[in-house]
């Protein structure tokens, strides 16, 4: 029996409706399993300005450091779509990873039986998809300098540097390892090698890290055009992608799609276990349907399941909550993005309960 503290962060738009279903789910575990989790309520993103005039208050950074984990739903709307780029929830976002140092975002993608019709791929080819995409996050090009422009150039010329260090590909392709170990052993390692330096030098670092630190591994590489293909392809021939944060970016956007709805899909953002985990559903704030009980949860209540399992050790909690989303799909019970046409629709709270009296 443990005792943990998680900061919840419910955000704007949907997020304080999805919130309020993955908190019945985790007062559930609470009571089948005897741990006691300690929650405590952070501002961040559009609610965030609004009450103090910034996405990411010092209030909320204090909070950070008297935490186990992070539970984030999703910030950002249409109200601070037009405020300075680094007034807006995004940014605010942006800096809580750099706060957390969660550098290695991982992002499964698990194709659900009954719903692998909805997917715009064939049945056969994605049926059984379960895969991770584990996308570096806080380095490469997206943060590489230089960048910018080159004002003595004789036209107009633009750059920026796919820089990474030794250290920083080690511990992306470490954390990699460690969540192939947990699976299948499998580990492909996705670059571009055959045209960049920077790419030639992650392709020897992964070589390096998987051969001495974890021989099991069967590693493979892939370059980053014939991986976004075979994405499509067959997507079952993977279980752990590693890439950088460009690569992964894109590939993770990918392999999300294969499972039909935004709406399903959890994500874990984590550094190196001295800090806090972050966990949130891969979707945003969908202020087309905020307010209204129409958002699936589930993406939600998948992010606290990989809170429990990662963060916790908690596995067999995890599992039975991954086990009863299942069951409830497999009933036929659905949300209105995952609904064809003629099925009953349930409302958030409807599809919260549910999931509670399955888990139950
Ligand atoms: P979005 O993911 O919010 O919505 C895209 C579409 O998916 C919408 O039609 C929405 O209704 C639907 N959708 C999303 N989640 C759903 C769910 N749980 N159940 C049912 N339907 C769902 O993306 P967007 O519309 O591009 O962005 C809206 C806002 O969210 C923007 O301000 C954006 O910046 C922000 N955003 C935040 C995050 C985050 O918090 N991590 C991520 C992406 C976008």
Redesign the pocket.
């Known amino acids: 029996m443990s005792s943990k503290k998680i900061l919840i962060l419910s955000?704007d738009?949907?997020g304080p409706e999805?919130t309020i279903e993955a908190l019945k789910v985790l007062k559930l575990i609470e009571k089948k399993s005897g741990n006691k989790f300690e929650l405590i309520e952070g501002l961040m993103?559009g609610i965030a300005i609004d009450k103090t005039g910034d996405p990411l208050p010092d209030s909320t950074i204090k909070q950070l450091k008297e935490v186990d984990a992070v539970l984030?739903s999703?910030?950002?709307?249409p109200k601070w779509?037009n405020l300075p780029q680094a007034q807006k929830?995004?940014r605010g976002?942006l800096r809580l990873r750099k706060e957390l140092d969660a550098f290695a975002n991982l992002r499964p993608a698990k194709v659900f039986s009954c719903l692998a019709d909805s997917s715009t791929l064939k049945r056969e080819v994605i049926e059984g998809v379960d895969l991770l995409v584990v996308r570096e996050l806080t380095s490469g090009i997206y943060f590489g300098t230089p960048r910018g422009f080159d004002s003595q150039a004789k036209e107009k010329t633009c750059f920026n540097t796919a820089l990474y260090t030794e250290s920083e590909v080690r511990r992306i392709i470490k954390c990699a390892c460690e969540q192939a170990m947990i699976r299948s052993k499998r580990l492909c390692s996705v670059d571009k090698a055959n045209v960049l330096e920077v790419s030639q030098f992650w392709r020897d670092i992964a070589i390096s890290v998987a051969t001495n630190d974890f021989p099991e591994i069967e590693l493979s590489h892939l370059y980053v055009d014939n991986a976004a293909m075979q994405l499509i392809r067959n997507p079952k021939q993977f279980d752990v992608l590693v890439s950088s944060n460009l690569f992964g970016d894109i590939l993770s956007d990918e392999a999300s799609m294969l499972t039909g709805?935004?709406?399903l899909l959890p994500s874990a953002s984590l550094g190196d276990g001295s800090k806090p985990g972050l966990y949130?559903?891969v979707?945003?704030?969908?202020?087309?349907?905020a307010g209204q009980n129409?958002?699936?949860?589930i993406?939600m209540i998948l992010s606290l399941a990989m809170m429990l399992e990662i963060s916790f050790q908690m596995k067999s909690e995890a599992k039975l909550i991954e086990k009863s989303i299942e069951q409830v799909l497999e009933q036929g019970y659905r949300?209105?993005?995952i609904a064809k046409p003629g099925e009953k629709i349930l409302t958030t709270t409807e599809m919260g309960d549910v999931i509670c009296k399955t888990l139950e």
Do not use: V
Not at 74 to 77: E, L, R, V, Y
């Open positions: 955000g738009g949907i999805i993103g984030l999703a910030i950002g709307g779509e929830p995004e976002l709805s935004i709406g949130e559903p979707h945003g704030s969908a202020p087309d349907i129409k958002a699936n949860p993406a949300t209105g993005d």
